[in-house]
């Protein structure tokens, strides 16, 4: 596999035949060695993909971009931790309109085309106490699946798209060129102090303003309206009266309040 635009984008890439999860690799590969921020694993046959609430996400080959990126956080900056499947969303939202499509961004880590799910976002932190804080973004693309491949593997084709199902012509290349930028320009924006990063994933999140169901640890349920997200990153939701925030949980949208 060739990626020459992206190895432009990135300040060091690897791109692996396959991976059992991308993020793993460079997790491991991250707490055993020092890398340099913006090390990139990418490969186009990922077997053992993980999303939130330990989903497994895993694609035919060929068809789908797994791309894992490491952050380095400063300690000024651990604020923003529960921002970055947001932020990395956006940049994903930003690329996707460059390429000549249209997407939003559910909270908190999904990249969507019209209602259907076209991404997935999972960030995890290195572990060993290294300074500044190294934080790995997993980001899964879905580039040529089609209807047939979801129903073959018995996923509801209401709720799941790729890029080519959404009439973009783009290789996973250029994808991931598209995605390395616009992730370089949103995080040195973020570090610079530029606090318009926020108001632009505020911009592109379609929970906010929607009814929602809001599924909690515990099978707890929510049914509310998404208001808004806080300074912390945390979906805000008004029900019975009263707004909570939560930083955790699996949000559907809903047509119409309780249906």
Not at 244 to 250: F, I, R, T, W, Y
């Amino acid at each position: 596999m060739s990626f020459p635009l992206s190895e432009q984008a990135a300040e060091r890439l690897i791109v692996l035949d396959n991976a059992t999860s991308t993020n793993a690799v460079l997790v491991e590969a991250a707490g055993r060695e020092h890398l340099s921020e913006f090390t990139v694993i990418a490969t186009l046959d990922q077997r053992a993909g993980r999303g939130r609430m330990q989903r497994v996400w895993n694609t035919p080959p060929d068809t789908a971009l797994a791309a894992s990126v490491l952050f380095h956080v400063p300690a000024e900056h651990v604020d923003v931790l529960p921002w970055l499947p947001m932020i990395a969303g956006t940049a994903l939202r930003a690329a996707i309109r460059e390429l000549g499509g249209v997407a939003g961004v559910k909270w908190p880590n999904d990249v969507q085309i019209g209602e259907r799910k076209v991404s997935g976002i999972l960030s995890e932190i290195v572990s060993g106490g290294t300074q500044p804080l190294q934080v790995v973004v997993g980001i899964g693309v879905n580039l040529r699946q089609t209807e047939a491949d979801f129903a073959a593997a018995g996923i509801d084709l209401s709720r799941v798209t790729s890029l080519a199902l959404a009439g973009i012509d783009a290789s996973a290349d250029e994808v991931l060129a598209h995605l390395l930028h616009q992730l370089r320009s949103h995080w040195h924006r973020l570090l610079t102090g530029d606090a318009s990063v926020f108001d632009e994933v505020r911009a592109a999140c379609t929970t906010i303003g929607r009814n929602v169901r809001v599924l909690l640890p515990g099978d707890a349920e929510l049914i509310g309206v998404a208001t808004g997200i806080d300074a912390g990153g945390r979906i805000l939701v008004r029900a019975d009266g009263q707004t909570q925030a939560l930083s955790v949980g699996d949000i559907t949208h809903l047509r119409t309040l309780g249906s």
